[in-house]
């Protein structure tokens, strides 16, 4: 690709690339300096204890406008990515998993989400899918997450199980086939078996056109969905960055132990 | 002698024109109800907001304007494509259409139904079935009636009557049509509804109040529901009046041993709108739903009251209502639930859902409990807020744009009052009604 780094020729394309990230809620600086670069079809899980900017950084991404971007850039697919309201990122094919996906009474999920696919293959230049295709796409889909056919005309997550919940983000993500996926947590409060089962319906959309990022507090899912890079964030900083074997030392050290070792010697972005 | 004030003025003397005018000239039995009710409205006054019940709501625009009673009858606006759509076309029941709150009879159309069932005017009905109407009229004490109550009273001559024998069931609802116009300058019209469902019987009835101009009128309607034991009654009220027009409407309910009756109230239309709904469960193991949702914009007002009188042991009540107010606009709803002391085993619940889209829009929510026994299960709460961002931005999130988002979720925040509408063509018209309706346009927040 001509436009890319000599360095980087046989690689995949770049994705996205975060530069000196800089966030805020409330006033209170979240995110301090966040670099991360990823490629078509690489899986990055993002580590760190609450309170280190991991929901933040997702959100931000996704363009939650509740948090105020102070520095940096966010590079997707050539584009400004902060410059873009968030449908318009989901147009162009981020997709957050949400941690606490949002219970929207009198919205069905059906509705949304035929809504949601429409409005993405709008922006592509795509026709609009007649209601029969539409349905056995959903069909489809509803399958790679064992998701119970009723849940689709009820109101969005409304009554849902935590684990149902987690279920049908993967289900939307699915069915709108992103090129950038983000799960927060995707883990937190499934029990092993609906884990099992939301990590395979992942894994069944990783291709080398599609990238993931995997947020995560603990090491528990990444043996489920297993990533090439893992990064440690804290205190609103990536402070680690290696191969999967550093989460199984963060979860035989913790945190704080991997704190110990990269103090003094904090590492930057990843190589470029 | 009280004094006379200003505002009643115009008001007593249309009712020295009006009564002579009437036949029997007042000494009928029609003609002695009216002069009570003159003389309680001429006792009472309009009501100030020192008034409790009215502390949110002033109606001196109101007693501003000079109305000239309405002789209706003027029909060139009704044409056939405009009735068709006031109707919901093609929907298949009776249509009473009244203009001005005059009977029009051209305008009407009555199917047959079971033997024993009278959907008329009342103006017949008062000629016809006054051994009916009659203790219906005087059910409650004319030195008892509010204000409003007492001027409606006091110009009864037409509106609606319909009546349902014990043991039968129509099928088919009953339409009531009130379209409102102003004449050659703002009139008042006071239509009054009487609707007896005997024992053992159903009936669907919807009232629409509409105005098919931007005209300044005044609508002052009174409506009376009475269910006799087990009967099965389901009322729409359908408010879209003009933007200019002033609405203040009763609607009285007593209900029967185990009857149930459900209300939908809807207010679109009106500058300034006051509905009083009380429901009376008169005997053991009635059940009261009350829905309503109130959707104002510009410098609208709203104000629904509502009261829910369990009066014996067993009854059930949930109430909802549900508003959304854009602009400048105004709501207000007061709801008082009373258990009475030999009410045991009431079961009743009460919310009020109001959804801000503007932040001038205000809206004042009273709910009220007053219970006088212990074994009972009441509940009630009130909410007052904006689009929920958090819903908004997961909208957004999945591709959708910010402002078909909110309009998708201001629809999904009535939803559920309108899926309760049981008569289907007016439920999709109500949807209709609501497309247009409901905000669209919104400043984007910072």
Not at chain 1, 7 to 23: F, V, W
Not at chain 2, 39 to 61: I, M, Y
Not at chain 2, 224 to 239: C, N, P, R
Not at chain 2, 433 to 442: E, G, N, Q, S, Y
Request: proline share 4%; net charge neutral.
């Amino acid at each position: 690709m001509a436009r890319e780094a000599s360095a980087e020729e046989g690689r995949a394309k770049t994705l996205l690339e975060i530069r000196g990230l800089r966030a805020t809620a409330g006033g209170k600086e979240i995110l301090k300096g966040i670099d991360l670069t990823v490629r078509a079809g690489e899986v990055h899980a993002i580590m760190g204890p609450n309170g280190s900017g991991k929901s933040t950084l997702a959100h931000v991404l996704a363009g939650r406008e509740a948090f105020q971007v102070t520095g940096g850039q966010v590079i997707y697919e050539g584009r400004d990515l902060l410059a873009m309201p968030p449908e318009e990122r989901a147009r162009e094919g981020i997709f957050l998993a949400f941690q606490y996906p949002v219970e929207i009474p009198g919205v069905s999920n059906m509705y949304l989400l035929k809504a949601a696919l429409n409005a993405v293959r709008k922006h592509r230049g795509l026709p609009e899918l007649d209601a029969i295709d539409f349905l056995a796409l959903v069909k489809e889909k509803m399958k790679l997450v064992e998701m119970d056919d009723a849940l689709l005309n009820r109101s969005v997550n409304e009554g849902f199980s935590g684990g149902e919940k987690k279920r049908n983000e993967i289900f939307q993500m699915a069915v709108l086939g992103p090129r950038l996926a983000i799960l927060d947590e995707t883990d937190s409060g499934l029990d092993i078996d609906a884990l099992k089962t939301v990590a395979k319906g992942v894994n069944s959309l990783r291709g080398p056109e599609r990238a993931m990022i995997v947020i995560t507090h603990y090491q528990r899912l990444l043996n489920y969905i297993v990533p090439g890079t893992v990064h440690v964030l804290h205190n609103g900083r990536i402070v680690r960055t290696g191969g999967k074997e550093l989460a199984l030392e963060l979860e035989a050290k913790g945190y704080a132990g991997v704190e110990e070792s990269v103090r003094g010697s904090r590492q930057a972005a990843p190589p470029r | 002698m009280p004094a006379i004030f200003e505002d009643r003025k115009p008001y007593l003397d249309a009712f020295a024109r009006f009564a002579k005018e009437q036949p029997g000239n007042g000494r009928a039995w029609t003609g002695l109800l009216r002069k009570e009710g003159i003389e309680r409205f001429e006792q009472l006054g309009f009501p100030t907001q020192k008034d409790e019940a009215w502390r949110c709501t002033s109606v001196a625009p109101l007693t501003r304007i000079p109305f000239a009673l309405a002789e209706g009858g003027r029909t060139e606006g009704l044409t056939a494509d405009v009735l068709e759509r006031l109707t919901f076309e093609p929907w298949e029941c009776s249509h009473l259409v009244f203009v001005n709150g005059r009977h029009a009879r051209t305008l009407s159309r009555v199917r047959r139904s079971a033997a024993g069932v009278k959907v008329k005017s009342l103006e017949a009905a008062l000629r016809e079935d006054r051994d009916r109407i009659e203790p219906v009229l005087r059910r409650r004490a004319a030195t008892q009636a509010p204000a409003f109550a007492a001027l409606n009273t006091a110009f009864l001559r037409d509106g609606a009557f319909v009546e349902v024998p014990e043991g039968t069931v129509l099928e088919e609802p009953v339409h009531l049509l009130y379209v409102s116009t102003s004449e050659d300058g703002p009139t008042a019209s006071h239509p009054r509804t009487v609707v007896l469902v005997g024992d053992r019987s159903r009936v669907t009835i919807v009232e629409s109040y509409v105005g098919i101009r931007d005209d300044v009128y005044f609508t002052n309607a009174a409506t009376t529901i009475i269910a006799g034991a087990g009967a099965i009654v389901d009322h729409t009220k359908l408010q879209r009046e003009s933007g200019e027009a002033f609405h203040v409407a009763s609607l009285d309910v007593e209900i029967g041993r185990d009857a149930r009756f459900a209300s939908h109230s809807v207010a679109l239309g009106g500058l300034l709108v006051r509905n009083d709904v009380a429901v009376t469960l008169a005997a053991e193991g009635g059940d009261c739903v009350l829905n309503g949702l109130y959707v104002t914009s510009g410098r609208q007002h709203v104000d629904n009251h509502t009261l829910i009188d369990h009066a014996k042991p067993h009854g059930t009540s949930r109430e909802l209502y549900k508003g959304v107010l854009d602009e400048a606009s105004r709501g207000v709803f007061d709801g008082l639930i009373i258990v009475r002391p030999d009410a045991e085993k009431s079961d009743a619940r009460q919310e009020n859902r109001n959804l801000l889209i503007s932040e001038e829009a205000l809206v004042d929510s009273k709910p009220t409990l007053l219970i006088n026994n212990d074994d009972v299960k009441c509940s009630h709460a009130a909410t007052i807020g904006q689009l929920d961002e958090e819903a908004l931005f997961y909208l957004r999130s999945r591709g959708m744009g910010d402002e078909t988002a909110r309009s998708l979720l201001i629809h999904a925040f009535v939803s559920d009052i309108v899926s309760r509408v049981t008569v289907s063509p007016l439920r999709a018209g109500l949807e209709c009604l609501l497309f247009i309706r409901l905000p669209k346009h919104h400043p984007v927040r910072a």
